[in-house]
């Protein structure tokens, strides 16, 4: 059974950072891209970043270059993206994903259950 649980999410102050955490089981991570999309109140679910299953290849959305990393631990079946100079545009429930392949497509098979981050002061 394929389950995604992200977990880091919060309350921060504008600037500052959070890194968010995807625990993976049910299916051989080094064999697969993972995303990190978010979902703001009223807007539409947005791909933010994603790692290729080597890590070779990452993707970052125009709005969020620079300030966020994503990584991946295979050996802890675990990716995370750390966010820096948090804005409170970035306010969003953010899903980890399982992409079909090892390449990044953004066209998830799998969605964890999300976790908020409220970006505010």
């Known amino acids: 059974q394929v389950q995604l649980v992200e977990s880091g999410g919060g309350l921060v102050q504008p600037g500052g950072s959070l890194r968010l955490s995807c625990a993976t089981s049910g299916f051989t991570l080094d064999r697969y891209a993972i995303d990190w999309f978010r979902q703001a109140p009223g807007k539409e679910r947005e791909g933010v970043s994603c790692i290729s299953s080597s890590a070779d290849t990452t993707y970052y959305a125009d709005s969020v270059k620079g300030r966020f990393i994503i990584s991946r631990d295979n050996a802890k079946n675990t990716v995370y993206l750390q966010m820096d100079s948090l804005k409170p545009e970035d306010t969003a429930v953010y899903y980890c994903?399982?992409?079909?392949?090892?390449?990044?497509?953004?066209?998830?098979?799998?969605w964890g259950q999300g976790t908020q981050v409220t970006v505010s002061s």
């Open positions: 994903s399982l992409d079909p392949g090892s390449q990044c497509v953004l066209t998830p098979l799998y």
